[in-house]
Every structure is written in C-alpha cells, then in structure tokens.
C-alpha cells in the first residue's frame, strides 16, 4: 500500500465551471504520476457542473466530489477541499485552466530536489478554444511586495497550509495572494523553469472580472488593504499599505486612480524620512543622499516602482522611521531588494 507521504491531494474548487471544466478533469486523469486525489468542491454551481463531476468520478474513484450547502467562495472552498485532503504534498486549480501531462511529476521531483516547501512553475497561456496565445517566464520572489509572481502553477508541502491556518476566508479576491505573502516569512520557495500548466483567458474569468467590475475591483482593493494591514501583526505603517496598495491598483488597466494619488503617498513618505532625520540629528550618508535624488527623479518619470524600491531601502537603512516599523520579520521580507542598492537604484 503506498503511503500518504507520495500521494499528491488536487484541490478543485468550482462554481459554474460546466463549460471548461471536462477539460481540466481530463488534464488530473492523465498525469504520468499516478497517485494522486481530486477533491472537487462544488460550490452551489447552478449549471450542469455537478453532473459533470460525477459522470468523472464514476470513471475514476480519485475523484472526490464535496457539495458546499450554500455559496462559500474561493477561500473558503479551498478550505474545505485542504482539511479533507490526505495527500502530504497540496496544490489546487481552476476550474477553467489545464495541467501539463507532466505537471505532478515534475513538480515534485523539483520540490525534493531543491529542498523547498513551495515550488511555482512557468506557465502557457491558453484562449477559451485551448489555443495557445503566449508563454509566462515568472520571477524570483524579489517583487513580492508589488505583485504575485507564483500565478497559477504550484505545488506545496500540506505543513505550508497547517501553519497558515489555510487561506484567509475574508479576503476573497486576493486569498492566494495574501497566502504567499505570509508564507515568504517561514517558508522556502523554489521557481522551476518548465512551462508544465495551461492558464486560461477569457472574458468571464474572475482576473478579468476583477478589471472590467467595479464592484469586484473595490472588493480587491479592500481585501488588498485588510493583507497588508493583517501582515505580521500590522508590520506596515497605514501610510506604507496605502502606498503598496496604490502601486498594485494603479497597474491594473481599468483603474481610475490616478498617478497623482501614488505621488502623493511618495511625496509624504520623503517628508516623513526627512522629519525623522531632523528630530535625531542623522547626517545623510552620500549613498542616501544619491537613494533620495532618485527617488525624486523616478517620481517626476513615473517610474514608482523603482521609486518603491529605494523607499524601502531608505526605511530599512534606518529602521525607526515613521515610515515603518522596526520589525525582524519585515526585514526578512524585504531583504531581496536590498541585496545590491546599486540594482534597485
């Protein structure tokens, strides 16, 4: 009998997924590493989605299928489907996106052999007829604070889940998200450079209902704001969740906000740098001088994420800003960019 230690739970949570989801059941039935389970949770999908899932489940008893009573929501589903997972390896997908073949094999194979908790894989990106319309190289974890670079493609030890006490149930919208945020402080991510998922784009996908709703966009913005409030204790001064927030805000092409609110935020965070300087007497260093003038340029070129960067490095220069608090873990957090100042200048 093989033991929970190989086998791999797929988590599936689904609402109204009759029309892609035959396909993302087909991609789990196919993979080269065989143990595995599947548990779909069906979050009181009103179309044919469940007839779907059993019809499956009767070909292939991995597949598990659990009925939500009434509309729980992605963080909550994935809740669900992790506590009745066995496997002591976890990952979940998208009704309407497709695993490579390989995508379980060689997704544990990399995790093992880099000693890491987390893994995220490249990806490719697929229209709604499963035409293939670009390819997705992601990045280290050094811009985790501006954006998601794990997307859609992981694979995690179930100890990541248990000690984050799963995803945050109160922030629909940016759950994944706020998970690897919290995660970065304990845990260690490995990217693997194989493209070994299939991400879907179409015009009803929750990414793009996030872009094109304004209900859903205000949704996102606050759940963004309630992650980086609730990170560690409130590790981040209201001034600096305000200024991340703009900065993700901003990036997305339906938002209204404008560069001048962003500016703002900068322009009162040099203020408060240059006060704090002033109350204990701290002479500028001549690397901080030329880390401020930089910040001023990038400001007036629009280039704040650059902006950002040297922010950070300024508040980490002298930890008892009132930009931030002085907090070991946030340091943690934010050491990538500060490696080489030369770069992030």
Same mark, same amino acid.
């Given at each position: 009998?093989?033991?929970?230690?190989?086998?791999?739970?797929?988590?599936?949570?689904?609402?109204?997924?009759?029309n892609?989801?035959a396909?993302?059941?087909?991609?789990?039935?196919?993979?080269t590493?065989?143990?595995?389970?599947?548990i779909?949770?069906?979050?009181?999908?009103?179309?044919?989605?469940?007839?779907?899932?059993?019809?499956?489940?009767?070909?292939?008893?991995?597949?598990?299928?659990?009925?939500?009573?009434?509309?729980?929501k992605?963080?909550?589903?994935?809740?669900?489907?992790?506590?009745?997972?066995?496997?002591?390896?976890?990952?979940?997908?998208?009704?309407?996106n497709?695993?490579?073949?390989?995508?379980?094999?060689?997704?544990?194979?990399?995790?093992?052999?880099?000693?890491s908790?987390?893994v995220?894989?490249?990806?490719?990106?697929?229209?709604?007829?499963?035409?293939?319309?670009?390819?997705?190289k992601l990045?280290?974890?050094?811009?985790?604070?501006?954006?998601?670079?794990?997307?859609?493609?992981?694979?995690?030890?179930?100890?990541?889940?248990?000690?984050?006490?799963?995803?945050?149930?109160?922030?629909?919208l940016?759950?994944?998200?706020?998970?690897?945020?919290?995660?970065?402080?304990?845990?260690?991510?490995?990217?693997?450079?194989?493209?070994?998922?299939?991400?879907?784009?179409?015009?009803?996908s929750l990414?793009?209902?996030?872009?094109?709703?304004?209900?859903?966009?205000?949704?996102?913005?606050?759940?963004?704001?309630?992650?980086?409030?609730? @990170?560690n *204790? +409130?590790?981040?001064?209201e001034t600096? =969740?305000?200024?991340?927030? %703009?900065?993700? &805000?901003?990036?997305?092409?339906?938002?209204?906000?404008?560069?001048?609110?962003?500016?703002?935020?900068?322009?009162?965070?040099?203020?408060?740098?240059?006060?704090?300087e002033?109350v204990?007497?701290?002479?500028?260093?001549?690397?901080?001088?030329?880390?401020?003038?930089?910040?001023?340029?990038?400001?007036?070129?629009?280039?704040?994420?650059?902006?950002?960067?040297?922010?950070?490095?300024c508040?980490?220069?002298?930890?008892?800003?009132?930009? @931030?608090? *002085? +907090?070991?873990?946030?340091?943690?957090? =934010?050491?990538?960019?500060? %490696?080489?100042? &030369?770069?992030?200048?």
């Amino acid at each position: 009998m093989v033991s929970n230690n190989d086998l791999i739970s797929i988590i599936l949570p689904v609402y109204n997924g009759e029309n892609y989801i035959a396909h993302t059941l087909a991609s789990c039935m196919k993979q080269t590493y065989e143990n595995w389970e599947l548990i779909v949770v069906n979050d009181c999908s009103t179309d044919s989605t469940l007839e779907l899932i059993e019809e499956y489940s009767k070909k292939d008893p991995r597949i598990l299928i659990v009925n939500n009573k009434t509309n729980q929501k992605l963080p909550k589903s994935l809740n669900v489907g992790h506590q009745m997972a066995k496997g002591e390896l976890m990952t979940w997908i998208s009704h309407d996106n497709i695993f490579d073949i390989n995508f379980l094999e060689r997704m544990r194979y990399h995790l093992s052999s880099t000693r890491s908790d987390i893994v995220y894989s490249d990806f490719q990106i697929i229209d709604k007829e499963e035409v293939i319309t670009g390819t997705r190289k992601l990045s280290s974890l050094d811009n985790l604070l501006l954006g998601n670079p794990i997307q859609a493609s992981f694979l995690y030890k179930r100890e990541v889940f248990k000690s984050l006490n799963g995803y945050d149930e109160n922030l629909f919208l940016v759950e994944d998200y706020d998970f690897w945020l919290r995660a970065s402080l304990n845990f260690k991510f490995s990217h693997c450079n194989e493209q070994l998922y299939f991400f879907r784009k179409h015009e009803s996908s929750l990414t793009e209902n996030i872009n094109r709703n304004t209900t859903k966009f205000q949704q996102y913005s606050k759940a963004l704001t309630m992650s980086y409030g609730n @990170l560690n *204790n +409130n590790m981040f001064s209201e001034t600096t =969740v305000d200024l991340l927030v %703009n900065l993700h &805000l901003t990036d997305r092409k339906s938002s209204k906000l404008s560069g001048y609110k962003v500016i703002k935020f900068l322009n009162l965070t040099i203020e408060e740098i240059s006060e704090f300087e002033k109350v204990i007497g701290l002479t500028k260093t001549s690397c901080s001088k030329v880390l401020i003038e930089k910040i001023k340029k990038n400001i007036f070129n629009g280039r704040i994420e650059i902006s950002l960067c040297a922010l950070l490095y300024c508040s980490f220069y002298w930890p008892e800003t009132l930009l @931030l608090k *002085n +907090n070991y873990n946030f340091k943690r957090l =934010v050491r990538s960019y500060l %490696n080489n100042p &030369l770069r992030i200048c």
